[in-house]
């Protein structure tokens, strides 16, 4: 019996002595490449014929401008590699619509990167995604504001919007942003 006990310990022994380890690499960690990514949502809104029709006269254009503090800072400025965005309608107007994102700096100029939806008439399930990268685009980084100008197009019969018919204009948008931190740089 203590041969048998001798035996098992010498080969759980040679099994954790002889097993193979390298040499550890403490300079994996500069080579290290750590990818984050932020995802915000930005402009989200719901429109009714009410905020369409004042007075009696249809709304041409609704202008909003929003601050952006994403890229306000160092880290976003350095590592960040792309931006995607996505836009989501609900029309259930009669109507076609268009919406033109620009995004601006400080000095309200464009920074080059204004993204166009073409939102066709009674389309309930609209969506689209527009991907800017940083390498392609890098005035993208001087964004500062995004406004949002919201265009109701003609209707192809003349005909305008009833403010007794309940209808509405559901809105969101979100950016994701991708982050690339090497050590190495």
């Given at each position: 019996?203590?041969?048998?006990q001798f035996y098992?310990?010498?080969?759980?022994?040679?099994?954790?002595?002889?097993?193979?380890?390298?040499?550890?690499?403490?300079?994996?960690?500069?080579?290290?490449?750590?990818?984050?990514?932020?995802?915000?949502?930005?402009?989200?809104?719901?429109?009714?014929?009410?905020?369409?029709?004042?007075?009696?006269?249809?709304?041409?254009?609704?202008?909003?401008?929003?601050?952006?503090?994403?890229?306000?800072?160092?880290?976003?400025r350095n590592d960040?590699?792309?931006?995607?965005?996505?836009?989501?309608?609900?029309?259930?107007?009669?109507?076609?619509?268009?919406?033109?994102?620009?995004?601006?700096?400080?000095?309200?100029?464009?920074?080059?990167?204004?993204?166009?939806?073409?939102?066709?008439?009674?389309?309930?399930?609209?969506?689209?995604?527009?991907?800017?990268?940083?390498?392609?685009?890098?005035?993208?980084?001087?964004?500062?504001?995004?406004?949002v100008e919201l265009?109701?197009?003609?209707?192809?019969?003349?005909?305008?919007?009833?403010?007794?018919?309940?209808?509405?204009?559901?809105?969101?948008?979100?950016?994701?942003?991708?982050?690339?931190?090497?050590?190495?740089?």
């Amino acid at each position: 019996m203590r041969k048998k006990q001798f035996y098992c310990l010498l080969a759980f022994l040679s099994l954790i002595l002889g097993s193979c380890v390298d040499n550890i690499d403490f300079s994996q960690a500069e080579d290290a490449n750590i990818s984050p990514v932020v995802a915000v949502s930005l402009v989200n809104t719901n429109i009714t014929q009410n905020d369409l029709v004042v007075g009696g006269s249809e709304v041409g254009t609704i202008t909003q401008t929003s601050v952006v503090s994403i890229l306000d800072n160092g880290i976003a400025r350095n590592d960040l590699d792309r931006a995607v965005f996505r836009f989501e309608v609900n029309n259930q107007f009669n109507r076609d619509f268009r919406i033109n994102f620009i995004f601006l700096d400080n000095n309200d100029v464009s920074t080059n990167n204004d993204i166009t939806l073409n939102i066709d008439a009674n389309n309930t399930s609209f969506v689209q995604e527009n991907e800017i990268i940083v390498a392609n685009n890098p005035e993208f980084l001087n964004t500062r504001k995004i406004q949002v100008e919201l265009t109701l197009l003609p209707s192809s019969d003349g005909s305008s919007i009833d403010i007794n018919v309940p209808t509405s204009f559901d809105f969101k948008s979100a950016g994701t942003f991708y982050f690339s931190f090497n050590n190495s740089n």
